[in-house]
Every structure is written in structure tokens, then in C-alpha cells.
């Protein structure tokens, strides 16, 4: 086999149509790291240890954590290695590339802090009225700073890991608590950004230096557990209705692979404090799509997001918490003005009001054991890689 790539796009020529996926890196279970190629990845341990590339060694540790954390510079001289030597290969090329659909990947990076933010005014807006109704869609402060929290690194799992259904306390029907499995099982449709440069305790990391600590994207399901959440998330917000599993996507896709699907943001309004402004306001026209058991329910538009990824780090680091190579913060989820654009079932299906029938017939209001949820995503000509999980029971 040749393997030759285009000059403007990095994909396999031979066979025609094979999508571009923007050389993402992941790591295999039981061995190194590899780069996605269409439906080959290259071995990179191997590439670099045949000294075909020289990325100092980082290339042949076990996860992405030494290649974020050796910053931007480096990051753009390995990724235009891999170019070149992809569009021109060398005879023993071949041997270094395996079929995608034949590996089994683990999580690519070892995950520091997990961050879910809250940047979606639709969504926020569409939750504000399920959860109170008759009260203000959005609280005082939401227009003011980016709302989020803190999640559970040790949760967040890899794409197609199982999803084991959450059991904790539940309003029961006279307001007391009761106990068992979630009745009320949902996801969060979400953008995760990967950190590769730390930070110092102390600093603040400005809205123009995203690019300097920002190492790639991966998509996100923040599944949630509604009814859990619901009755402990007042006074102080989401714990064990969100803590119990994070799935991200098994491909870190990097940041200069969507560099073409930056657009304008949308405008804020009231002025944000000075931290929060943007020398370049813009954000990514990434466009997801939600599979529930096969059947796309659901495209949520990232572009839409009031808060910027930007404008995240920025929050996250104002009060001088540090960053380390392999935080992960979240957009939170994803959703556009219509019903069709929204990135939770809760919102989808309106609490749960409106049920949605699926392609086998079935209805749906939230996720029953045995169902499989699908995320995709592209921007800029570039797909992300998927992140998927499917339900089984809870724990006797």
C-alpha cells in the first residue's frame, strides 16, 4: 500500500473519500501512542524510534502528557513532521500503520482536573425554566462569569467504556428522599478542551494566551443523573448526580486541525470585566450530532456559545489556580434555540414531557439499560473523533 496525502489536507488518497480526522493522537491498550491517519494510525513509538521523526522521546511514552506538556513550539514541529513524512513516505512506512478499527484504545492522556463549565445561554435558559419553573430562566450572574464546577478526574473515562447506571437519594413523590437506581438518566453533549502547558500557582492565564496552554479537543458526554441532581444540587450545585462518569472521545484532536472552523463569537451584552475581554473574540463552528441507539435525535451548534473557550481559561485561572498538563475543562452542554439542536434529553424531551420515538419504533424520554449514545462532531473540514458509552444496570 502507498500512502500519500494531499497537499492541503492531511487524508489516504487511495480509495477516495476517506475522511479527514486531522491527525489526531490516542493511545492503544497495551501499548503506545499513535496517530490517526483516515482508517489507519500510525504507530509513533515506532516512527520515532526508526528515526523517522524526532520529537525527543516524547513520542514513545505511554500517554500524551509529555507531548502537551512540551508546548506549542513543539507541538507545530511534530505535527508538520508528521505531514510531510505522510505525503511522502518511505518504503517501510507500511509496516508502522494499523488498521483503526482493529485497535483497542484506552484514554489517551492521563486527566489532572476535570472543569465542566455552563456556557450555553439556550441551555441554561431551557434548564432554568424545567427546574423553576415561573422563576428567571438565568440567574443574576450568569451574564457576568462563566459558571462551572468541579468534576472527578478519576471518572472520566474513554469512548465505548460502559456506563454503569448511578444509584443515590431521589425526591420521592411527598418531597422525602428516596433511595435506588436513577430513574431519570441523561447526557451533556459537550467540547472538552485537553491542557499541555501548567501554569504557576498564583497566575492568570489571559483570554490571549488560550493557544499557549491549549493542547487539543476532544468531544464530551457529561452524563447526569437528573433526578439525583435535582435533589442535591441546592445550595451548593452537581455532585454525585454528575461525579459518577465523564466519556471523552479516544482521539485528541489538535487545536491547529480546526484552526479553519474559527468564527466570531456571539456578542455579550452587559460588558464583561476586563479579564474576561478578548483581543480576538472568536470561537469554533464545531456542529455535533446525537445518536440514541443509532438514530441521529439531536445537532447542537457549539458556535453558539455565550461563553468562548477563551473566556473559560481565563475564569478558571483568574483567582490564581494553576493549570497541569492533562486538566480537561468542558463547554458544558451544547445547545442551539430550537428542540432539535439540544444537547441534553432533558431539554429534548422537555423534563421528560415529550417523548422521543426512535428509528426501531421505540419511545425515549430518558436512557434505559441497554441503550447506546453516539456523539459526533466536525469543523473546518475535520471530524473530531467520537465519543460513545453505552447503559447497563446499576450495581445490586
Known amino acids: 500500500m502507498t500512502a500519500r496525502l494531499t497537499t492541503n489536507s492531511p487524508q489516504f488518497v487511495p480509495g477516495g473519500g476517506v475522511p479527514d480526522y486531522g491527525l489526531p493522537y490516542g493511545a492503544v491498550e497495551g501499548g503506545g501512542l499513535v496517530v490517526r491517519v483516515g482508517d489507519r494510525a500510525l504507530d509513533l513509538a515506532a ?54 478499527d482493529e485497535l483497542a484504545m484506552r484514554l489517551p492522556f492521563e486527566v489532572a482536573d476535570y472543569v465542566d463549565f455552563y456556557s450555553s445561554e439556550h441551555h441554561a435558559s431551557n434548564v432554568g425554566r424545567i427546574f423553576r419553573p415561573g422563576g428567571s430562566p438565568l440567574l443574576p450572574n450568569w451574564k457576568h462569569l ?44 459537550e467540547v472538552g478542551f485537553v491542557i499541555g502547558v501548567p501554569s504557576a500557582l498564583g497566575s492568570r492565564v489571559g483570554t490571549g494566551a488560550f493557544a499557549d496552554h491549549v493542547f487539543g479537543v476532544v468531544l464530551v458526554n457529561d452524563w447526569s443523573a437528573r433526578d439525583i441532581q435535582a435533589w442535591e444540587y441546592q445550595p451548593l450545585g452537581p455532585f454525585l448526580g454528575k461525579s459518577f462518569a465523564t ?88 445547545s442551539g434555540p430550537e428542540r432539535d439542536e439540544t444537547g441534553s434529553f432533558l431539554e429534548l424531551t422537555w423534563g421528560g414531557r415529550d417523548p422521543v420515538r426512535l428509528a426501531d419504533g421505540s419511545t425515549r424520554t430518558f436512557l434505559e439499560d441497554g441503550d447506546t449514545v453516539t456523539i459526533r462532531a466536525s469543523g473546518g473540514g475535520v471530524l473530531l473523533g467520537p465519543v460513545s458509552g453505552t447503559v447497563v444496570p446499576a450495581v445490586p
Open 47 to 100: 516512527a520515532e524510534a526508526r528515526g523517522l521523526i524526532d520529537a525527543g522521546g516524547v513520542l514513545r511514552e505511554p500517554t500524551l502528557n509529555p507531548l502537551m506538556a512540551a508546548g506549542p513550539a513543539v507541538w507545530a514541529e511534530v505535527r508538520a513532521r508528521l505531514t510531510a513524512l505522510l505525503r511522502e513516505p518511505p518504503p517501510d512506512l507500511t509496516a508502522l500503520l494499523h488498521p483503526v
Open 146 to 189: 462563566p459558571v462551572g464546577y468541579h468534576g472527578r478526574s478519576g471518572t472520566v473515562v474513554v469512548s465505548g467504556t460502559p456506563i454503569t447506571r448511578p444509584t443515590g437519594q431521589r425526591s420521592g413523590p411527598d418531597g422525602s428522599p428516596t433511595f435506588g437506581p436513577s430513574a431519570r438518566l441523561d447526557i451533556e453533549a
Open 247 to 334: 466519556s471523552v472521545s479516544a482521539w485528541v484532536t489538535p487545536l491547529a486541525a480546526i484552526e479553519a472552523a474559527a468564527v466570531p463569537a456571539p456578542p455579550q451584552d452587559p460588558p464583561v470585566h476586563g479579564y474576561l475581554r478578548e483581543p480576538d473574540r472568536r470561537t469554533y463552528r464545531l456542529d455535533l450530532t446525537v445518536e440514541w441507539n443509532g438514530t441521529v435525535v439531536s445537532r447542537p451548534p457549539f458556535a453558539g456559545l455565550y461563553w468562548t473557550p477563551a473566556q473559560q481559561l481565563a475564569h478558571l485561572t483568574v483567582n490564581g489556580a494553576r493549570l497541569r498538563t492533562g486538566d480537561l475543562y468542558a463547554s458544558g452542554t451544547v
